[in-house]
């Protein structure tokens, strides 16, 4: 019971730091992000401020909410129950950490408001909880990671993924979507030789979004596999939640990445990611448009509040950056 009070009081603490903004009185528009921690999330809350900015006179307000990290699955599936609750939010986008975490909390919860999913979204069979999904491509984004290895390592090798949650729906799409340009063979669960690609024990590695978990991991299957081909990294977090150490692990190995013996492609084009890539330390970078997400999610919210057509997915786009394209790479 006191931890569940204890739960209770920080969710709420959580929501009104991430929401001080809200305008008494106005209908919330609101978006749940897996973690207050990243950078990413925090993108999309800029694009969530600057509509609230330009829209300040709307009857709406959007509203910016998570838990304070994005490896607390049930913290973000206690706040999505908890502002399904008040009477004020009349809309909701998730971004969800654990997809069947959060499907089986939309059906606990049947809200009577307009559900859509941003960034991540439901496994297929849960689609129906939503009414359409805002963000990326992501099976599109891991293919193209996996086009890139596999032009600067045309003859296959071994492999090793890094992921986040092992319940995030589109982690699990980008890592599919890399295999499948990797194989030249849709569907596979694991690389086993096929496309001349191999995954090798011990990946994917799941580091639950954590940058120094991520730059650690990297660091224990190079030193079990001194020959390693690639790393498909499926979220940027060992680059831009811990670029120094992320830094120190890849220059010695700089020569390499530059004539394609090691290759690396990487997730996100946020914080130290493009300069790190312009330093020649990652191959080639896929990057998506979260501010670009934050800024969206409420215009459709509000059509579907509306009844209006919206469609379903709406994706945002993807950037690419390599060394040679790292200064005109990003979407301005």
Known sequence: MKKTFMLAA????????????????????VIVVKGLDNPFFEAINQGCQKWNKENADSEYECFYTGPASTSDEAGEAQIVQDMLSKPTTVAMA????????????????????????????????????????LGTD??????????????????????????????????????????????????????????GWTEVPGCPVFTNDDGAKGVQAMTDILAANPNLTAFGIMGGWPLFG?????????????????DNSFVIGAADTIGDEVAIAKEGLVTALVGQRPFEMGYLAPSTMIALIKGEKVEDPIFTGLDECTKDTADTCIQK
């Open 10 to 29: 920080c969710v709420a603490a959580l929501a009104i730091t991430a929401g001080a903004s809200f305008a008494e009185g106005k209908k919330q528009l």
């Open 94 to 133: 998730i971004s969800p950490s654990n997809a069947k975490l959060i499907a089986q909390t939309l059906k606990n919860a049947a809200p009577t408001i307009p559900i859509m999913t941003l960034d991540a979204d439901l496994a297929a069979e849960d689609s129906a909880l939503r009414m359409t999904y």
């Open 138 to 195: 992501n099976t599109l984004m891991g293919q193209k990671i996996g086009e890139y290895i596999k032009k600067a390592a045309p003859n296959g090798g071994t492999i090793c993924t890094i992921q986040g949650n092992p319940g995030a729906d589109n982690i699990l799409r980008r890592a599919q979507g890399m295999r499948d340009a990797l194989s030249g063979t849709p569907g596979l669960a694991a690389l086993a030789g096929e496309g």
């Open 242 to 258: 811990a670029p120094q150490p992320y830094r120190d692990l890849m220059r010695p190995l700089a020569a390499k990445i530059a």
